[in-house]
């Protein structure tokens, strides 16, 4: 009750007693022309949008560069592929590295495109969206006075009606936060996987090791960091599908689970920048390639014969690849045995 709090301080300041709606009526004044059904949805596009651009876009733009950094610095890094967790042909550690880094970025893409419809503010439209009460000029000198201290280009909504009974932006603007959460669970969960090990898992990349892993194993270091992005991306989700929800639950002029609403996509938007800050700052920036490791997994790998196919064909390239698996070999020394290429034919091949 905004209006009944400024309309007693305005009295305790003009008149020494902090109670009562004289001179200053918490309705009459303070609340004039305005109602709770226009102002919190308004009050939720404008917190949403403010975090956005302060907090949301700028983590982004700091893990895509992280990213980028990285897939730079590994371009030079051959590495195996893999497809249904198996072996697949050849590829850089930086080529891997380059899609978490577009994923970022067609993350921050699709923030920008919904953000613009969160810029609607119904301010203006009263009870129920037909203005009633409310001086003509009213929104458009609000609105001016909310771009002058924002630095941000609300406006007025397009429709009343739909911008009071639904929460349509809402929702794709939580919309587009799951898809960050999908992209990012699936970024921290791959680079976890790629630093297992130490010594009897992937293990083709290093993290920072920032704390003692394990209270009963010496020596044993968890990847904390990405374990603490997947956890946000699952909160992020469940938001999204509490939004979902109180989206579709507003019957006719009103929503009446704006307060929801905004807990969740206030708090998705916080906790994701959080994350995506501490992933950029706390474990993309420290990783290392283990180019050992990356070249031996290359050289084990059955899937080489694949290179063998434009040469010798599909067939051929299958019993090779069969041979060297029931032998123990790589797919080069069966190769090199069987005569089907040289040495600088193969080299050549990579």
């Known amino acids: 009750n905004m209006n009944e709090v400024i309309a007693s301080r305005a009295n305790e300041i003009i008149t020494g007693v902090k109670v009562g709606k004289f001179p200053v009526h918490p309705n009459d004044h303070v609340n004039a022309g305005q109602s709770s059904n226009d102002v919190i949805p308004s009050a939720l596009n404008i917190a949403a949008t403010t975090a956005v651009s302060e907090s949301l876009l700028p983590a982004l733009g700091k893990l895509q560069k992280a990213l980028s950094v990285k897939a730079s610095e590994f371009a030079g890094v051959k590495k195996i592929g893999r497809t249904h967790l198996q072996d697949a042909v050849p590829m850089t550690l930086g080529q891997e590295f380059s899609a978490y880094a577009r994923q970022i970025e067609n993350g921050a893409d699709r923030i920008k495109s919904v953000k613009g419809r969160l810029l609607e503010l119904p301010l203006g439209g009263t009870a129920?969206?037909?203005?009633?009460?409310?001086?003509?000029?009213?929104?458009?000198?609000?609105?001016?006075?909310?771009?002058?201290?924002?630095?941000?280009?609300?406006?007025?909504?397009?429709?009343?009606?739909?911008?009071?009974?639904?929460?349509?932006?809402?929702?794709?603007?939580?919309?587009?936060?799951?898809?960050?959460?999908?992209?990012?669970?699936?970024?921290?969960?791959?680079?976890?996987?790629?630093?297992?090990?130490?010594?009897?898992?992937?293990?083709?990349?290093?993290?920072?090791?920032?704390?003692?892993?394990?209270?009963?194993?010496?020596?044993?270091?968890?990847?904390?960091?990405?374990?603490?992005?997947?956890?946000?991306?699952?909160?992020?989700?469940?938001?999204?599908?509490?939004?979902?929800?109180?989206?579709?639950?507003?019957?006719?002029?009103?929503?009446?689970?704006?307060?929801?609403?905004?807990y969740n996509l206030l708090q998705s938007i916080t906790i994701l920048s959080n994350a995506m800050n501490v992933f950029a700052d706390k474990c993309i920036a420290g990783v290392t390639a283990n180019r050992e490791k990356c070249a031996l997994n290359i050289e084990q790998s059955l899937s080489l014969a694949a290179v063998l196919v434009p040469?010798?064909?599909?067939?051929?390239?299958?019993?090779?690849?069969?041979?060297?698996?029931?032998?123990?070999?790589?797919?080069?020394?069966?190769?090199?045995?069987?005569?089907?290429?040289?040495?600088?034919?193969?080299?050549?091949l990579f």
Not at 141 to 162: H, M, Q, V, W
Not at 329 to 336: F, G, K, M, Y
Request: with cysteine.
């Open 311 to 348: 040469r010798i064909g599909y067939d051929k390239a299958s019993e090779i690849a069969r041979e060297a698996y029931e032998t123990g070999e790589t797919i080069r020394q069966t190769a090199l045995r069987r005569k089907v290429i040289d040495e600088s034919d193969w080299d050549s």
């Open 128 to 262: 129920v969206g037909t203005g009633i009460n409310s001086h003509p000029d009213f929104s458009k000198k609000i609105i001016l006075s909310l771009i002058d201290s924002t630095n941000i280009p609300f406006r007025t909504a397009g429709n009343y009606f739909e911008a009071q009974s639904a929460q349509d932006s809402s929702v794709e603007m939580s919309g587009a936060l799951k898809t960050i959460a999908v992209a990012l669970y699936k970024i921290a969960n791959d680079i976890r996987w790629l630093a297992s090990g130490p010594r009897c898992g992937i293990g083709e990349i290093n993290l920072p090791a920032l704390q003692p892993g394990s209270s009963i194993m010496p020596g044993k270091v968890n990847p904390v960091v990405p374990e603490m992005v997947m956890q946000t991306a699952v909160q992020v989700m469940g938001n999204d599908t509490v939004i979902t929800m109180g989206g579709k639950a507003g019957n006719f002029q009103l929503n009446t689970m704006l307060p929801v609403i905004a």
